[in-house]
C-alpha cells in the first residue's frame, strides 16, 4: 500500500461557527469518508475545528497560471472598487 | 464472604483500566509503523485516547483503594497475575486486519459498557465513562470502516481479515462471561447487565460483517481467564517491555 494509490484529498475546516471554512492543507485517503476521518485525525487534534468539508483535489477547478495577466491584473488599478472610505467599527474582527 | 459494593467496584474500576492500558500499549507499538500517514496518525491518537483513559481509571482506583497506590504504581508496578484485561486486548498486533478486527471486536463491546456506565450509580465512574464514550465513539466508526473496506475489498484482503475474526473470535467470549464482580456491579450500583450487553453487541458486530461480506463465526470453545490475571504466552513479553523504565529506575519522572 503506498501513497501513489490513494487519491488526495483537499480540507477545509471552519474553525468556529459563524466564520466560513478555510483551506487547511490535504489528505490522502481511499474513498470519502477515509477522508474525512483523516482529515479530522489530521487537522483537529487540538480543537481547530467544528465543521470539515473534503473534496477530491482532481474535482476542484482552478485558474491557470498562465492566464494570470488577463485574469487578475485589470482589477489592480480600480481604486474605487476598494471599500477603503468606511471605518470598521470596534468589536467586528471577521468582516 | 460476598464481595461488598467497595471491593467489586475496586476490581471493575481496575478491569476497565488493565483494559484501556493493555490495548493502548499494543497500539503504541504500531508508532511508527502505520501504513500512510494518515493512518498513522489516526493510530497514535487512539493509543493516547486509551494511555488517557486508563489514567483517569487507575486515579479513581487509587483513591477507592486508599492504600497510597497511583496511577504509576498500577500501570507498571505489578506483575502478570494481577493484570484484568481481558485476552482479546494483548494479542499481538500481527498484520492491519488483525489490529482493525480486534479494536472491532472489542470496542463493540467497550461502548456498550461505558454507554452503561454512564447510567451507573457511581458518579465518578459515570463521568469518566462519559468522557471515554465520544473518544470510543469515534474510534469505532474508524475501524468498523476498514473492516467494510477489508472485507468488502480485494481478494486478498477478505481473506485475510476473514482469518483475523476466525483466529481472534474466541477471545471474544470472556467479555461477556459475568462473575461475581459484575454481579455485585449490576445488582448494587445499577452497572451494565452483560447478558443485554452480549445480545447488542452480537447484532451490532453482525451488522457490519454483513456489510463487510464476513460470515459471523459460530460460537465454539471461548478462551478466559484474563479477567483473573492468567494470560496467553504473549503477555509476559508486553509487559517486559512496558516496565522496563520504571523497573530499571524505579521512581523515574519526566
Redesign the interface.
Known amino acids: 500500500m503506498t501513497g501513489d494509490n490513494w487519491p488526495l484529498y483537499e480540507v477545509f475546516i471552519r474553525s468556529r461557527a459563524g466564520l466560513s471554512h478555510r483551506h487547511a492543507g490535504s489528505v490522502h485517503a481511499a474513498d470519502d469518508q477515509m477522508a474525512l476521518d483523516h482529515a479530522r485525525d489530521v487537522f483537529t487534534r487540538r480543537s481547530e475545528g467544528v465543521s470539515i468539508w473534503v473534496v477530491k483535489s482532481t474535482d476542484i477547478v482552478a485558474s491557470d497560471p498562465a492566464e494570470s495577466t488577463e485574469f487578475f491584473e485589470p482589477a489592480a488599478d480600480k481604486i474605487y472598487r476598494h471599500p477603503t472610505f468606511y471605518t470598521i467599527p470596534d468589536g467586528v474582527d471577521n468582516l | 464472604m460476598a464481595m461488598t459494593r467497595e471491593q467489586a467496584l475496586l476490581e471493575y474500576v481496575l478491569r476497565l483500566g488493565d483494559n484501556a492500558l493493555i490495548l493502548g500499549q499494543r497500539l503504541t507499538e504500531l508508532i511508527a509503523h502505520g501504513?500512510?500517514?494518515?493512518?498513522e496518525?489516526?493510530n497514535a491518537?487512539f493509543a493516547l485516547d486509551y494511555l488517557g483513559q486508563a489514567r483517569m481509571y487507575y486515579a479513581y482506583a487509587g483513591q477507592l483503594e486508599g492504600a497510597g497506590r497511583d496511577e504509576d504504581a498500577f500501570a507498571f508496578l505489578r506483575s502478570d497475575h494481577e493484570y484484568r484485561n481481558l485476552l482479546l486486548v494483548e494479542q499481538p498486533n500481527g498484520h492491519f486486519g488483525d489490529v482493525m478486527m480486534r479494536q472491532f471486536l472489542f470496542e463493540n463491546y467497550y461502548v456498550l459498557q461505558l454507554d452503561a456506565l454512564t447510567r451507573c450509580d457511581d458518579e465518578h465512574l459515570a463521568a469518566i465513562a462519559a468522557r471515554a464514550l465520544t473518544e470510543v465513539r469515534?474510534h469505532l466508526?474508524?475501524v468498523s470502516?476498514w473492516i467494510v473496506?477489508l472485507g468488502d475489498g480485494t481478494e486478498e484482503s477478505h481473506r485475510r481479515v476473514a482469518e483475523s475474526l476466525e483466529r481472534l473470535w474466541r477471545y471474544t467470549g470472556e467479555a461477556f462471561a459475568s462473575d461475581e464482580v459484575d454481579d455485585v456491579v449490576r445488582d448494587t450500583l445499577q452497572g451494565p447487565d452483560p447478558e443485554e450487553l452480549l445480545r447488542t453487541w452480537r447484532k451490532n458486530v453482525k451488522d457490519v460483517l454483513q456489510e463487510a461480506t464476513l460470515t459471523m463465526p459460530e460460537d465454539g470453545w471461548m478462551a478466559g481467564g484474563g479477567r483473573q490475571g492468567h494470560h496467553t504466552e504473549h503477555f509476559g513479553y508486553l509487559l517486559a517491555e512496558m516496565q522496563h523504565l520504571q523497573r530499571t529506575h524505579p521512581g523515574a519522572e519526566w
Open positions: 501504513p500512510e500517514l494518515e493512518e496518525l489516526a491518537n469515534y466508526r474508524h470502516q473496506r
